[in-house]
């Protein structure tokens, strides 16, 4: 008997690779801008790509969008409004679809913010990361703390009414007044959605290279929970490690990954993850990841690599996932979208739900991380790895 036969949502990933200058944290895959952005070429590529991929996906509709990057907000308003008519063009968008765009306070003229409204999209995201002008520095950020709440009032004056900020936490030399002074700039600042985590030094970056002074542990640790009294406080509710909403004002595209829905992904690096009830498979695409190649490949093809998951991998990628958010999962949920038994579950979180760490609530049939489990997440995820 089949097993994935109600397909989850559908989400739109779009990747801009291009920034003004490449940040000595970010692993992300961008490149700095040495010429002019090729911008026509590259949407009508965007809009090819998607054609390209529109077989794995007949019949359904797309619930959310996400411009990612990069920096999208390099790209004017008329060239993601072309782009946004031709994906609807070409797929069914849901009316009240979610669409974000990733803005860089550096890079946004008031005009380009009106247009982007203009156009169709209802979520900004800035990345801000901090409103300390000495640590912006060392964060290699071209935006100051001026820029950063101007944008936002712009935002707000563009008729925004979805905010999100980016705001990084354990910073190079950063103390806990500093952290709160962050955290009080963004709250002031009333965005619907923040988006709180710790800065990490991952593999291939500058601080890599060179790492910069961090917070110990014992000072992460105090500065993160000073931020969450700090934001409950204001009345953002925790609903994942590092997001925080008002109102109800969730990520949908966001929580569409965390709940193992499937999205399409164009662009250069850009990944995908498509459920097929027909094969009852669940695969991992992914396209050229240079915008040369990108733009070179997008007549033919761009997938560059595929992989198909296997029962291991469906079951840790939920789970990885899942034990992220605040209210969990439901049993049926894990079913439907892995297609794989509860069993599996049993056996993997048997150990943790003795140690106390994840709770199964055998009424409401969900599965979540304790209190306990939140406070040693990383070692619950990490006790989930396939053998």
Not at 352 to 371: R, S, V
Request: with cysteine.
């Amino acid at each position: 008997m089949d097993k994935l036969t109600a397909l989850p949502p559908l989400s739109l990933y779009i990747h801009f690779p291009w920034c003004i200058q490449k940040c000595p944290y970010c692993d992300f895959n961008s490149h700095e801008i040495k010429t002019a952005i090729p911008e026509d070429k590259y949407i009508n590529a965007l809009l090819k790509d998607l054609e390209n991929d529109l077989p794995l996906v007949w019949g359904r509709k797309i619930n959310t969008i996400f411009m990612g990057g990069g920096t999208p907000s390099l790209f004017s308003p008329d060239a993601l409004d072309t782009l946004l008519s031709g994906i609807r063009a070409r797929i069914p968008v849901s009316p009240n679809a979610e669409i974000t765009i990733e803005a860089n306070p550096g890079t946004v003229e008031n005009e380009y913010i009106s247009g982007f409204k203009e156009v169709g999209i209802n979520r900004i995201s800035f990345g801000v990361q901090s409103f300390d002008n000495e640590i912006l520095k060392k964060l290699g950020r071209i935006h100051n703390a001026d820029s950063a709440r101007q944008a936002v009032a712009k935002a707000k004056q563009a008729g925004f009414e979805r905010i999100n900020i980016d705001l990084m936490f354990s910073l190079p030399g950063q103390t806990l007044e500093q952290a709160k002074f962050d955290l009080e700039s963004a709250i002031s600042l009333k965005p619907t959605h923040l988006s709180y985590y710790q800065l990490t030094i991952e593999p291939n970056t500058a601080f890599h290279h060179s790492p910069p002074a961090l917070p110990n542990d014992d000072a992460s640790w105090e500065i993160a929970e000073q931020g969450k009294t700090m934001l409950s406080a204001a009345g953002f509710k925790q609903y994942e490690v590092s997001a925080y909403a008002t109102n109800k004002d969730e990520c949908r595209h966001n929580t569409n990954y965390w709940l193992f829905g499937d999205y399409l992904g164009i662009g250069a690096g850009a990944h995908a993850k498509i459920t097929d009830g027909s094969q009852q498979s669940i695969t991992r695409y992914w396209k050229h990841k240079h915008p040369k190649e990108y733009l070179s490949a997008v007549s033919s093809s761009v997938i560059y690599g595929k992989q198909q998951l296997g029962d291991k991998e469906r079951l840790f990628e939920f789970l990885m996932n899942g034990l992220r958010l605040n209210n969990g999962f439901a049993t049926e949920m894990f079913y439907q979208r892995t297609g794989l038994s509860v069993d599996a579950l049993k056996n993997q979180l048997s150990t943790l739900i003795n140690e106390g760490l994840i709770e199964w609530n055998q009424t409401t049939k969900i599965i979540q991380a304790t209190t306990k489990g939140k406070l040693f997440l990383n070692d619950v995820l990490e006790r989930c790895l396939p053998d």
